[in-house]
């Protein structure tokens, strides 16, 4: 599997699961590479650091990450992902679409 440059410079994945209901990708961000502020009205997601450290933005509140650590982004509400250091960060990020559940 190859990694696929994403929407976002310095952001690569890998597509690991696609279903209907979800998705999982292993995704690297590249030193000071920041995905900007967003969301999604119809999934929540997750994020789960396999190596490096890295800021998350919830709803405004500013979390730092680091390997093994877990965070949820619930549907509709903004998030962002950095990474502000100078070493590589891997993830993965799932997706679970909510109008399934509904």
Known sequence: MDW??????????????EMENGSLKMIKVAPFATYPDHLHPNK???????????????????????KDDFFIFPNAI???IENPFDEECL????????????
Do not use: C, P, W
């Not at 690569?12 to 699961?17: D, P, R, T």
């Not at 789960?48 to 990450?65: C, M, P, Q, S």
């Open 4 to 17: 696929v440059s994403g929407k976002v410079k310095g952001f690569q994945g890998k597509s690991l699961i």
């Open 44 to 66: 929540t997601e997750y994020a789960f650091v396999l190596k490096g450290k890295l800021k998350i933005t919830i709803d405004n509140e500013v979390y730092n990450g680091q």
């Open 78 to 80: 903004k998030h962002r």
């Open 91 to 102: 993830l993965l990020i799932g997706a679970i679409k909510m109008s399934n559940f509904i």
